[in-house]
């Protein structure tokens, strides 16, 4: 019997994701621009990639780099005008691009005109916009902040003797999600880009969105952790399925939320489509593979296992077996480059490894996620000195270490591997100045290996580089619907140098193998011959295969058989 398909677009579409300030600068002020992006939009749809999601374009103070939103329905200045949006809108839909749009809810900038009013007085009619303490109800709960020096999420406010609640920075006030008349507004700013004709939003920490009012203590079933607890809102399903039923119900659009600790055991209650909440989300359980438990930014003293990760990517896939949809990814503005953490990104393995990877995310279930730059195989830049910074996160935990007399040392050893900004250098075009991102200073420093062939021209002429394989690669997926709906079968588990598994749709079988050894291997399998498999896809020459069941894998390689 032939399997049904529930067949979407946004499972079958691949997504590349840009970070508008780094991808291309078109004015000479050394930060990147919408007219940026329309001037690569057929580079873009060269990659063979279906949409794109835009990290936030609109009106800013940039404290988070705009994720602090000031005005929901207005460009930044330094990105364009809505005219250039109007414009990058109108020529990817000529491309057959859609386009996915960041929705950052949780919160507003402090200088959004709904919190200017809110912190006027207690009577103001935007007062209930955001989460206020009376200081004379005493010091409120321990709430904690990601990007707060103090990591305390209450600020005081003199105007009103009041405190108020920031999850992040201190411009980054959270809306008060249980007025309904906060849950209008956003419903009524998503449907000003659909109408736009917008294709879906990626919806930022969305699930923090709902927050115990009374603010009890932290229970004591959260052994200190607030992510989790700020993750388990009381009233967040039941925002999230109104959202669908007012806004999203409507359009033919693609919903991915953003996710930090949400369980595997809470998967379903997102994006069972029976429950008419989000399509799809991004977990956090691989993100926190090589770090240390319980701190999202520090990096763990043990190396990360092949067993762990073929687990975790094993274990979301279950959940998805009859239900629900997943999401595919590696980096992207808040982590690392996948190569530098994932991969081996010395000069002897970048290669085989970026590839690899590349390999990896195209051949699983669910909506494979790139990172711009990605295609090209981009690493960490690994700055040596905190003036090199530019996010916020880095340079907070930095003074937070140096006014408590910690090792300063070890932190920006640590930031190495660990900071934002090694996912945020500028995108590396070609080996002139400033690698053809902008010809003015840019807003933060490119990494120097644009020089030595990690950059689009070089590998655009090269059959064999990095950029050529993804295109390749891409089109191996596009054009076998196993690798997009197919079951997924993982081979022994246990093997710490080669992750091993199938692909299955009715009768046909893709046996994929993806060494993650700096090693020769060789890989045995026992599960089922293998004599009459096509080699469809390889990073590197085909492997040798001693007897149809014992394959020689090189460093990094990555290989895609199907069973004939």
Sequence with gaps: MKNELNRQWWKEGIVYQIYPRSFQDTTGNGIGDIQGIIKRLDYIKNLGVDIIWLNPIYESPNDDNGYDISDYRNIMAEFGSMADFDELLQKMKERGLKLVMDLVVNHSSDEHEWFKESRKSRDNPYRDY?????AEKGTPPKRWSFFDVESNAWKYDEQTDAYYLHCFSVKQPDLKWENKKVRQE???LMKFWFEKGVDGFRMDVISFISKDTNFPELPASYNGEFIPFYANGPKLHDYLQEMNESVLQNYDVMTVGEAPGVTIDQALNFVDADRKELDMFFHFDLM???????????????KWKLSEFKKIH?????VFAEKG?????????????????WGNDSRTHWYSSATMLQTFLLSMR??????????????????DTISDYRDINTI???????ANGGDLKAFLENEKDASRDNARTPMQWDNSK????????????????????VNVAEQDSNKDSVLNYFRNMVQVRKNNLALIYGTYTLLQKDNEAVYAYTRTLDDTVFLVLLSFSTKNTSFTLTEQSFEKAKLIISNDDAPSIKTDNIFELKPYQACIYKLM
Excluded: C
């Design 314 to 318: 094993s274990d979301w896939d279950a």
């Design 288 to 302: 926190a593979l090589d770090r240390e438990e319980g701190e999202t930014f520090l990096m763990a003293k043990e």
């Design 396 to 402: 907070n935990r930095y003074k937070t270490i140096e």
């Design 366 to 383: 669910g909506t494979p996620y790139f990172y711009y730059g990605e295609e090209i195989g981009m690493t960490n830049i690994k700055f």
């Design 325 to 341: 949809w997943g999401s595919m990814y590696l980096n992207n503005h808040d982590f690392p480059r996948s190569v530098s953490r």
């Design 434 to 453: 400033n690698a053809g991102f902008t010809t003015a200073q840019p807003w933060l420093k490119v990494n120097a290996n644009f020089k030595h062939g």
């Design 130 to 134: 955001y989460h206020w303490w009376p």
């Design 186 to 188: 956003v419903y009524d």
